[in-house]
């Protein structure tokens, strides 16, 4: 099982409406079945971190190319993508950790 995290950069004043839009994102991927329920925080502002910082973080089975042939594309994602876009001060990155299992 593996923790995938994604960071993304807001512009001054657009934590709040990154993260709404990640949130979007996050649903249209769960409706569809090709994810499973993420969770989006922030920092900075009123929490410890780096300011106008998004996270947008989810479990993974296994990791696999967002690009293979059977994954189909949902209707929403270009214009999510393009809104995600508008907020965002530089592209994201992502990371990627194994849970412990203890097996």
């Known amino acids: 099982m593996f923790v995938v995290r994604r960071i993304h950069h807001a512009k001054p004043g657009q ?3 990154l993260a709404e839009v990640l949130k979007k994102i996050g649903e249209m991927y769960q409706t569809t079945g090709d ?4 969770r989006i ?3 900075g502002g009123s929490t410890p971190g780096p300011l106008d910082t998004v996270y947008m973080e989810w479990l993974e089975e296994a990791l ?3 690009y293979r042939p059977d994954l189909a594309k949902p209707e929403p994602e270009n214009a999510l993508f393009a ?4 907020h965002e001060s530089e592209s994201s990155s992502i ?4 849970l412990y299992s203890g097996e």
């Open 83 to 86: 809104e995600l876009r508008e």
């Open 41 to 43: 925080y922030t920092s």
């Open 64 to 66: 696999m190319s967002p």
């Open 15 to 17: 934590s709040r409406k």
């Open 35 to 38: 994810r499973k329920p993420s």
């Open 95 to 98: 990371e990627f950790y194994q």
